[in-house]
């Protein structure tokens, strides 16, 4: 059978370290990569199957810091203008 010739890439510590792109390239392409140490294997990467990654919904910041902080949550703005009046009153 043809599979018993083709051979899975390897990679050593040093080149995940430094030459990660190429390795990026070949899991786009779909490959499996043996990671050794010491001519050992300590790791395999492989790609993940397309439609696979959820997407994970980001919180809503803002609420959560009223609802923490109630009234004592500032605009950007309102920092703003109260960082010039710091500013202002060292000044003079």
């Given at each position: 059978m043809w599979t018993y010739f083709v051979r899975m890439k390897t990679a050593t510590l040093r080149e995940l370290r430094n030459e990660?792109?190429?390795?990026e390239a070949w899991?786009?392409?779909g490959e499996q990569i043996c990671i050794e140490k010491?001519?050992?294997p300590i790791a395999m990467l492989t790609p993940v199957a397309a439609g696979t990654?959820?997407?994970v919904p980001?919180?809503?910041f803002m609420a959560?810091?009223?609802?923490?902080?109630c009234e004592r949550v500032f605009s950007e703005e309102e920092v703003k203008a109260?960082?010039?009046a710091e500013l202002?009153?060292?000044?003079g």
């Open positions: 990660f792109p190429k390795l899991l786009g392409e010491r001519g050992q990654v959820k997407k980001m919180p809503d959560r810091m009223k609802e923490t902080w109260m960082r010039e202002e009153g060292e000044e």
